[in-house]
T-cell receptor, first 112, second 115 residues
Framework: KAGVTQTPRYLIKTRGQQVTLSCSPISGHRSVSWYQQTPGQGLQFLFEYFSETQRNKGNFPGRFSGRQFSNSRSEMNVSTLELGDSALYLC???????????FGPGTRLLVL | GENVEQHPSTLSVQEGDSAVIKCTYSDSASNYFPWYKQELGKGPQLIIDIRSNVGEKKDQRIAVTLNKTAKHFSLHITETQPEDSAVYFCAASMGYGGSQGNLIFGKGTKLSVKP
């Protein structure tokens, strides 16, 4: 099976802009979770989607949002970018809700 | 909420030696404990996981032990090889098989295996 894929792999934006990241889960997986990884804060949970519904949300401001499509692909959006949003954004998929999570390679976002 | 502490933050061993990484968690409701390996430029890769109803699990050179009473779990790598060099993360989740399964991660351990 192909693994979790994320696009784009690298992104450079300026403060105030918005960005959309995409994640395609492993075929047959219906749960997608998003995490932010930074050197200072480590890996932090953003949100989780299952069958197009957000099931869990971490402690991030409302500028961070996401959605899931009927084919289980997911997108996350960050509006009004801040310098502190520079991070590696990781997507993970699992077969059913709350099973083993498999991570994609991530999207590295740099905000200037 | 759940908090996971991981030690040490860096670990250097000689090839062939064993490496041990320890994690503690705060919420006794946690029931799932995976370990991930992250190489430079890549996403975390699951290497082993354990559920709260199991005390120990082994997969070739890698083993994980869980002490629910003390709320800590450990990763053991035997006969280390240079390709084991990476950052290792422990994590805890309260929702395996349930409705709240977001992973809470430790800060990571950078393992260096010297040839």
């Amino acid at each position: 099976k192909a693994g979790v894929t994320q696009t784009p792999r690298y992104l450079i934006k300026t403060r105030g802009q918005q960005v959309t990241l995409s994640c395609s889960p492993i075929s047959g997986h219906r749960s997608v979770s998003w995490y932010q990884q930074t050197p200072g804060q480590g890996l932090q949970f953003l949100f989780e989607y299952f069958s197009e519904t957000q099931r869990n949300k971490g402690n991030f401001p409302g500028r961070f949002s996401g959605r899931q499509f009927s084919n289980s692909r997911s997108e996350m959006n960050v509006s009004t970018l801040e310098l502190g949003d520079s991070a590696l954004y990781l997507c993970a998929s699992s077969g059913i809700i709350q099973e083993t999570q498999y991570f994609g390679p991530g999207t590295r976002l740099l905000v200037l | 909420g759940e908090n996971v502490e991981q030690h040490p933050s860096t670990l250097s061993v000689q090839e062939g030696d064993s490496a041990v990484i320890k994690c503690t968690y705060s919420d006794s409701a946690s029931n799932y404990f995976p370990w991930y390996k992250q190489e430079l430029g890549k996403g975390p890769q699951l290497i082993i996981d354990i559920r709260s109803n199991v005390g120990e699990k082994k997969d070739q050179r890698i083993a994980v032990t869980l002490n629910k009473t003390a709320k800590h779990f450990s990763l053991h790598i035997t006969e280390t090889q240079p390709e084991d060099s990476a950052v290792y993360f422990c994590a805890a989740s309260m929702g395996y098989g349930g409705s709240q399964g977001n992973l809470i991660f430790g800060k990571g351990t950078k393992l260096s295996v010297k040839p």
